[in-house]
Nanobody
Framework: QVQLVESGGGLVQAGGSLGLSCAASGRTFSSYAMGWFRQAPEKEREFVAAISRSGTNTYYADSVKGRFTISRDNAKNTVYLQMNSLKPEDTAVYYC????????????????????WGQGTQVTVSS
């Protein structure tokens, strides 16, 4: 089992940047594919980005491609989401998630594929 704690959310103006972190407990962090999802008020949780166990492969939603970057440091048990050129529509609670079933260079892009979730961190982008 792994516990996840997100940090780094906040309020930023449109066009600005924010970096999110997700710290994981346990000694097997490198065994998990990791993902970032977000949920805006009255909307379903949606995929943002994912990264494979070793960090070799990354996956992005079309809406954030070219603006967001997911990365991980397995030595620090941490996954990151760097968000640039933020837009008001990026406003949401951002969640990190972990899954152990994806092997090799794969990572899931669906929320139901992930077993463990953090508590979320609020990101608000003002226009």
């Amino acid at each position: 089992q792994v516990q996840l704690v997100e940090s780094g959310g906040g309020l930023v103006q449109a066009g600005g940047s924010l970096g999110l972190s997700c710290a994981a407990s346990g000694r097997t962090f490198s065994s998990y594919a990791m993902g970032w999802f977000r949920q805006a008020p009255e909307k379903e949780r949606e995929f943002v980005a994912a990264i494979s166990r070793s960090g070799t492969n990354t996956y992005y939603a079309d809406s954030v491609k070219g603006r967001f970057t997911i990365s991980r440091d397995n030595a620090k048990n941490t996954v990151y989401l760097q968000m640039n050129s933020l837009k008001p529509e990026d406003t949401a609670v951002y969640y990190c998630a972990a899954d152990r079933t994806f092997s090799g260079g794969a990572a899931g892009t669906k929320a139901y594929e992930y077993d463990y979730w953090g508590q979320g961190t609020q990101v608000t982008v003002s226009s």
